[in-house]
């Protein structure tokens, strides 16, 4: 367990920005920071970051919290976990005390796991440099492929030995469990219990994670042997997902921001000898075919992707597969085809930086152009076939979700097939029309205009008999502005908080957790403390941070251009403190006296005595004198 003073000199060190900056591309908008969600797929920003309240939050999926909460909800890790990175990542030394058994146990196997890894990549790293074998058959591989020293140490590239059980007797004999090399992958057990190394005789390309660990490795086997696979990889385990992967990612995160853009291929080679040319956003999948999560990952640095694939019938049908998923997801896609028999790695060794450089920036197509060519160089004249190409290249068109962005496209495939625009237009629409009926069920003839409905049904339904909406509002003004101290003619020098308590101690919220913060609110107050709104961002019940992070955020910034350039003034609630908490004030008590009222019209309409009616119509008259009074206030017009 880390202790209480360590951990809140964590979360004051910590800076949101920084932190969700890691892992999402953020741009600044008035006092927020925006960006694309990585908690759930979105084409447009809905992920806030607030850095004078020092939260996250987006309006798309609801998902919240600090940055502690960010790491914990990003990295899948624990609340102790989610510390330890933050420490790191600020140099904050930790000690730490004793956990329970079962978060050390959690703990200590995810932290096994990377140790093991770790540990097995200076193992390989080792064998390479300071052997024999691993210098005149792993070294001379790499050195043989054009990979300076730096590359190949900043990359931790290695080999295994070609020895039946050298990693795992390795790492037993320095006392690392066999449990850990079995599940890491590292080592496989055999039928009677007898154990071998899984990248025996291989050249290796450790995997790191986001942060940088060593997760997985890829083995590249040296042999000509046909029956020997070419590349191995790490099995799935607790800390590698490869569909969650991109190899090379940790080194290009930072440049892919700067230049806006990533570079996309498909091997280690490839990354290695593209990174090493001074082109350092660029990766491949890990492994794997290219994912939709591999997509979003990139996404959240750059919308623009160009891929860097083999001239040759197999890189252009990779490239045509990947394409139409990340159109799908709203990047913006570029192709680049090297001459055939070449790809990126054999390409920069051949004919140097300077020269891929200049090939890439000269070869960039955008997908209509690269799909309409490769296609039309298949159909030749068959007329057929060019309206399979046509109706092929409108499906792709149909995935993007920009519509502008889809019409350029629409008018620039028209030129280069020559079709008319309407034509295309209209399969367009039927592509479209036919994917929402896929997806939804969805029949036009089928929709009818709903009836109006009438006040008495919306009652009936309960769309208009909870105050909740109310009760978020008297929270949302403690939270954001509890602090407040007024100077109002009528009353002496006071904060907004006890104002608005003093105010609603007649009235009783219902909202679970409204309850909990009023209480709280007036526990503390009564304590003669005033609560912010960091005891309740950061409380530990889930639901009320949630709600916290959800009343003090707001997907809504007035643009400056409205005095910049409209001179336009537009006043924002804050200016007039005293207008904006009485009219949160007097609307929930209008809510609660307009239920009250309701229910004493019902009990009228039930009651039969003629006495007891005449009680309930003095008592509802009393109540709608109220009613009147605040009305008067709000500016409503009472109709009955």
Same mark, same amino acid.
């Given at each position: ?241 490869? +569909?969650?992967?991109?190899?090379? #990612? $940790? ?5 892919? %921001? *700067?230049?806006? !853009? ?100 000269? +070869?960039?197509?955008?997908?209509? #152009? $690269? ?5 039309? %160089? *298949?159909?030749? !004249? ?259």
């Amino acid at each position: 367990m880390i202790p209480k003073d360590t951990v809140d000199k964590i979360i004051e060190t910590s800076r949101i920005e920084e932190v969700v900056g890691d892992f999402v591309s953020l741009k600044r908008r008035g006092t927020s920071m925006i960006g694309l969600c990585p908690f759930h797929n979105e084409k447009t920003p809905s992920f806030h970051v607030s850095v004078g309240k020092g939260i996250f939050k987006c309006f798309g999926c609801g998902q919240g919290g600090d940055s502690v909460r960010f790491i914990m909800e990003h990295e899948k890790a624990t609340y102790p976990e989610a510390l330890r990175y933050l420490a790191n990542k600020y140099s904050i030394e930790i000690a730490e005390v004793e956990n329970t058994p079962e978060e050390q146990a959690v703990n200590d196997k995810r932290e096994s796991l990377y140790i093991v890894s770790a540990w097995a990549a200076r193992f390989f790293q080792q064998q390479m440099l300071e052997t024999d074998e691993g210098k005149s058959i792993g070294l001379s591989y790499f050195k043989e492929r054009g990979f300076r020293d730096d590359i190949i140490k900043k990359f931790e590239l290695g080999y295994s030995p070609d020895v039946w059980d050298a990693l795992t007797q390795n790492g037993l004999t320095e006392g690392y469990n066999i449990q850990f090399l079995e599940e890491t992958g590292l080592t496989i057990r055999k039928e009677n219990d007898k154990f071998y190394d899984r990248f025996r005789g291989r050249v290796m390309f450790p995997i790191h994670s986001f942060t940088g660990r060593v997760i997985g490795f890829g083995g590249r086997t040296l042999k000509t042997d046909k029956a020997v696979p070419k590349y191995v990889n790490s099995p799935e385990s607790d800390i590698y997902h490869k +569909s969650n992967v991109l190899y090379g #990612l $940790f080194f290009a995160k930072k440049s892919m %921001r *700067d230049e806006d !853009n990533c570079y996309l291929v498909e091997g280690y080679s490839d990354v290695l000898s593209v990174h090493q040319a001074g082109i350092e956003n660029v990766v491949a999948s890990s492994g794997t075919s290219l994912t939709i999560e591999q997509i979003r990952m990139i996404g959240r640095f750059t919308k623009n992707i160009t891929i860097l694939y083999d001239g040759d019938d197999a890189g252009i049908k990779a490239s045509l597969r990947g394409l139409d998923m990340i159109l799908e997801e709203g990047l913006n896609v570029k192709i680049v085809l090297f001459p055939d028999g070449d790809d990126p790695d054999s390409y920069v060794q051949k004919f140097g930086s300077a020269a891929f450089k200049s090939h890439i920036e000269g +070869s960039k197509k955008d997908f209509i #152009l $690269f799909k309409t060519t490769i296609l039309l %160089r *298949d159909a030749g !004249n068959d007329p057929i076939k060019r309206a399979g190409i046509i109706r092929e290249v409108v499906e792709s068109i149909a995935k993007i979700p920009d519509g502008i962005k889809a019409s350029v496209f629409v008018r620039e495939c028209s030129s280069l097939l020559q079709i008319e625009e309407r034509v295309l237009i209209s399969e367009l629409n039927k592509i479209r029309l036919g994917k929402l009926k896929k997806d939804t069920n969805f029949n036009p003839q089928q929709v009818q205009p709903e009836p109006a409905q009438d006040l008495d049904i919306l009652e009936q339904t309960g769309i208009s008999d909870t105050d909740e909406a109310q009760e978020k509002e008297i929270v949302r003004l403690l939270l954001n502005y509890g602090h407040e101290l007024v100077h109002w003619d009528d009353i002496t020098d006071t904060y907004i908080a006890p104002y608005i308590i003093s105010n609603l101690a007649d009235v009783t919220f219902e909202h679970p957790l409204c309850i909990q913060i009023i209480e709280e609110y007036k526990k503390q107050l009564e304590n003669g403390d005033l609560p912010s709104e960091q005891d309740f961002i950061k409380n530990s019940d889930h639901q009320i941070a949630d709600l916290a992070i959800a009343m003090v955020s707001s997907p809504y910034i007035l643009s400056e251009n409205w005095y910049a350039k409209r001179k336009i003034y537009v006043k924002n609630e804050a200016e007039n403190l005293r207008s904006t908490i009485l009219g949160g004030i007097f609307h929930l008590k209008k809510r609660k006296v307009d239920r009250i009222l309701r229910k004493i019209r019902d009990e009228i309409q039930a009651e039969q005595d003629a006495d007891n009616q005449a009680i309930l119509m003095r008592r509802y008259m009393q109540v709608k004198e109220v009613e009147k009074g605040i009305s008067l206030f709000l500016g409503s017009v009472i109709l009955k």
